[in-house]
């Protein structure tokens, strides 16, 4: 009976392991794609493309739920980059989900703000800070131009803005020594 019980502990066991380690191959490889797949999105959390962030839109993506062309902030190249990684034909954007616009800034007339808080709660990024009936801003640095904090301010206190172009950091000029 000692011999049954161990035989079948070790099957089990066996069984087990092989599981795990299938189920880990296949969804490393499926993750890593979905995560290759969200660095190629703009990250604007706008969520346009009908799922509520890159993210689920990339998982979309990977599952065949979702075309390449549903991401409006990411345009064209976004479009060639996710047809490249996965091997599909390029296509058009889908204008459906709205139209591809050079990137944006959230800014706040701080002067017509009432601090309501409707704005903080919808930024998807956290791009907005203040507290209830003070003023608010933005964050430039964090702001993806999302769009989603303008419907729920009562006041039309935000604009968009056109975002200003990275920073370009100058190279350091090499020294030469003379020999004097």
């Known amino acids: 009976m000692a011999a049954a019980l161990l035989s079948l502990s ?11 380690i299938a189920s880990g191959r296949w969804t490393d490889q499926g993750d890593k794609l979905v995560e290759r797949v969200n660095q190629a999105l703009p990250q604007t959390q706008c969520a346009q493309c009908g799922y509520p962030g890159c993210r689920p839109y990339a998982q979309a993506i990977v599952a065949d739920e979702a075309d390449i062309n549903q991401c409006p902030p990411g345009g064209e190249a976004t479009i060639k980059a996710l047809a490249d990684l996965l091997g599909r034909p390029s296509k058009p954007l889908d204008t459906s989900h709205g139209e591809h616009k050079p990137p944006q800034l959230a800014v ?18 956290d791009a907005i800070i203040g507290a209830a009936r003070q003023m608010h801003t933005v964050i430039a640095q964090e702001c993806t131009g999302c769009e989603l904090c303008l419907p729920p301010c009562p006041v039309d206190c935000i604009d968009l803005v056109d975002a200003p172009p990275p920073a370009i950091v100058p190279r350091p000029i090499p020294l030469t020594v003379r020999a004097g």
């Open 10 to 20: 070790f099957l089990t066991l066996l069984i087990g392991l092989t599981l795990a």
């Open 108 to 125: 706040i007339d701080e002067d017509r703000c009432i601090g309501c808080t409707l704005c903080i709660q919808a930024c998807p990024v």
